[in-house]
């Protein structure tokens, strides 16, 4: 029996899924599905459940789940607010699952944690306890959290990044947290006070496979590695054509090959770079850079790619899948040596993440 590629493709206007074949040529669609709700991350678990967060203002946050790979969905927000008194939340923006536990990152700032699959919700309140908490400023899109990292050799350890408070790391499941933001730069910050404790504005984390203390981090202000687990961090952004982006994607198993999409800037148009699309591959763990353009639009490239917009799979060799906010989704089965466009016109993606099942 062959595999199949699920893309499950986080749009603001619901979740689509995308099926491959045996060789990853042709692909079905199915969607828009969670009733066309935004859908800010999905993401499935080792035992094939799919999981989407999303929400707005107008709808409220929710954690959607699907046992039977996209063709029934439920959803649960029971939990996910917090005491009175608080501002709402407004939106999920990223669910991670780590062991039998469920991680939910919620605009305002805050961590939600589920032992039972979605259906209930209780704050990790550690993390909004925190001293710097009433430092926190909102980047552009507002105080969100969008990146959640778990180890998975040991689940007691996490990692979240926040715009604009920088990466928080914990080792106890959530109970206490620390910033891990030294050797990052917040560049709009006043002279002197550009490499702070907290306050950067994180786009996104990725860890390395095998490897739970290397992470990489595409920064507002750079792009960066980590080999200790975010206690220290080094620039990697030499080479590349931009140190402004949003995605970060590693190679599902080796840990040396990192996939970033510089775009042209954060004040000029936050496209690509020359209006020329690029995914830029490095296979030596930042230390030198490729642009991998084959197939991809070499003109009026005038769309950006959000910060988890960018996945690879776990074949051999590895795909790597990119959406634009355009609607587009951009394919490679190849390592990202060559590239087709297998989804048009859906509305502005948000996500991408991959599943591979059995045929």
Same mark, same amino acid.
């Given at each position: 029996m062959g595999e199949s590629v699920l893309v499950l493709v986080g749009t603001r206007k619901g979740?689509? &899924?995308?099926?491959?074949?045996?060789?990853?040529?042709?692909?079905?669609?199915?969607?828009?599905?969670?009733?066309?709700w935004p859908i800010n991350h999905a993401v499935a678990d080792g035992s094939g459940v799919i999981y989407a967060g999303g929400g707005s203002e107008w709808?409220?946050?929710?954690?959607?789940?699907?046992d039977d790979l996209g063709a029934t969905w439920t959803y649960s927000r029971d939990g996910l607010g917090y005491e009175a008194g608080e501002a709402p939340i407004k939106?999920?923006?990223?669910?991670?699952?780590?062991?039998?536990?469920?991680?939910?990152?919620?605009?305002?700032?805050?961590?939600?944690?589920?032992?039972?699959?979605g259906r209930t919700w209780s704050h990790v309140a550690g993390l909004r306890d925190h001293p710097s908490r009433p430092e926190w400023q909102p980047g552009?899109?507002?105080? &969100?959290?969008h990146s959640i990292v778990t180890d998975p050799q040991d689940a007691g350890r996490l990692w979240?990044?926040?715009?604009?408070?920088?990466?928080?790391?914990?080792?106890?499941?959530?109970?206490?947290?620390?910033?891990?933001?030294?050797?990052?730069?917040?560049? #709009?910050?006043?002279?002197?006070?550009?490499?702070?404790?907290?306050?950067? !504005?994180v786009h996104s984390v990725a860890m390395a496979p095998g490897m739970p203390d290397r992470l990489y981090q595409q920064n507002h202000c750079g792009m960066y590695r980590s080999d200790d687990g975010g206690r220290s961090w080094a620039s990697i952004e030499e080479g590349l054509p931009s140190s402004f982006g949003f995605p970060t994607a590693v190679h599902p198993r080796d840990p040396d090959?990192? #996939?970033?999409?510089?775009?042209?800037?954060? &004040?000029?148009?936050?496209?690509?770079?020359? $209006?020329?699309?690029?995914?830029?591959?490095?296979?030596?763990?930042?230390?030198?850079?490729?642009?991998?353009?084959?197939?991809?639009?070499?003109?009026?490239?005038f769309f950006g790619v959000l910060r988890q917009a960018?996945?690879?799979?776990?074949?051999?060799?590895?795909?790597? #899948?990119?959406?634009?906010?355009?609607?587009?989704?951009?394919?490679?089965?190849?390592?990202?040596?060559?590239?087709? !466009? &297998? $989804?048009q016109h859906l509305p502005t993606i948000t996500s991408v993440e991959t599943l591979v099942v059995d045929r």
């Open positions: 979740l689509f &899924i995308l099926r491959s074949d045996d060789d990853r040529r042709s692909w079905s669609l199915k969607g828009p599905l969670c009733e066309t709808l409220g946050p929710a954690v959607w789940r699907s939106s999920v923006w990223s669910v991670a699952p780590s062991g039998g536990r469920l991680y939910a990152g919620v605009e305002p700032a805050g961590l939600f944690a589920s032992d039972d699959g552009g899109g507002g105080l &969100i959290l979240v990044g926040i715009s604009s408070a920088g990466v928080f790391h914990s080792a106890d499941g959530g109970a206490t947290w620390e910033p891990r933001n030294r050797g990052t730069r917040a560049d #709009y910050m006043p002279e002197g006070h550009r490499h702070p404790e907290f306050g950067q !504005c090959t990192v #996939y970033m999409l510089p775009l042209n800037g954060d &004040i000029a148009g936050r496209y690509m770079p020359d $209006a020329r699309t690029a995914v830029w591959r490095s296979r030596d763990a930042g230390a030198s850079w490729r642009a991998l353009r084959e197939g991809l639009p070499q003109e009026n490239a960018l996945a690879t799979d776990a074949m051999e060799p590895a795909g790597v #899948y990119f959406g634009t906010g355009s609607g587009a989704l951009f394919a490679s089965a190849d390592e990202g040596e060559s590239w087709r !466009c &297998i $989804a």
